[in-house]
């Protein structure tokens, strides 16, 4: 089992760039999430999906969209990339039920510039 | 609004010196509350879960406690090993999936 994993590891994009970070997880979780976290915060959600098909808005949506046609694979689309989109992302998955723990991916360092 | 406010930001200790960090919450419903441990350059890694007042949980050197307004991680002789940032989230009675809200997290270093 890999886990969460999650691709690039680091990019840098320029204003007005657009890019996808991609997460995959084999644990057949349902639940699947974007997080990103700023230095010396916690981690904010941005999207999250409660399996294939259906998504939904987190605390910070604006500027990023989501798609879910796997149960596996969970992408997260930066349009036209803000320099206040400079963040680390993460993804994480959990299995349906109450109390479950959440899994992470390694993140996505991301930098705009 | 729900809020999770962790102190203090940042703890050094040495090796051996045990000590607690805090996680105060207001949140409607509670329907959990999570502790992770976070390591340069990774992703969290979850610890534990409580779910009600009075609740302990324990891990190796870590036990984790739960009141109506707050949650401590005591750090019991604790090794280098053991530096890293340590988070705590609140899951809202919400059904379906879970919409955690996470604290800016202590960063703990153990000295050797």
């Known amino acids: 089992n890999a886990g969460v994993t999650q691709t690039p590891k680091f990019r840098i994009l320029k204003i007005g760039q657009s890019m996808t970070l991609q997460c995959t997880q084999d644990?057949?979780?349902?639940?699947m999430y974007w997080y990103r976290q700023d230095p010396g915060m916690g981690l904010k959600l941005i999207y999250y999906?409660?399996?294939?098909?259906?998504?939904d808005k987190g605390e910070v949506p604006n500027g990023y969209n989501v798609s879910r046609s796997t149960t596996e694979d969970f992408p997260l689309r930066l349009e036209l990339a803000a320099p206040s989109q400079t963040s680390v992302y993460f993804c994480?998955?959990?299995?349906?039920?109450?109390?479950?723990?959440?899994?992470f991916g390694p993140g996505t360092r991301l930098t705009v510039t | 609004e729900d809020q999770v406010t962790q102190s203090p930001e940042a703890l050094r200790l040495q090796e051996g010196e045990s000590s607690s960090l805090n996680c105060s919450y207001t949140?409607?419903?509670?329907?959990?509350l999570f502790w992770y441990r976070q390591d340069p350059g990774k992703g969290p890694e979850f610890l534990f879960t409580?779910?009600?007042a009075g609740e302990e949980k324990e891990k190796e050197r870590l036990k984790a406690t739960l009141t109506k307004k707050e949650s401590f991680l005591h750090i019991t002789a604790p090794k280098p090993e053991d530096s890293a940032t340590y988070l705590c989230?609140?899951?809202?009675?919400?059904?379906?999936?879970?919409?955690?809200?996470f604290g800016q997290g202590t960063r703990l270093t153990i000295n050797p």
């Open positions: 994480a998955s959990s299995p349906q039920g109450a109390g479950r723990e959440q899994y």
């Open positions: 644990m057949n979780h349902n639940y």
């Open positions: 999906s409660v399996g294939a098909g259906i998504t």
């Open positions: 949140v409607s419903g509670l329907r959990g």
């Open positions: 409580l779910y009600s």
């Open positions: 989230a609140v899951r809202r009675g919400i059904q379906g999936a879970q919409k955690l809200v």
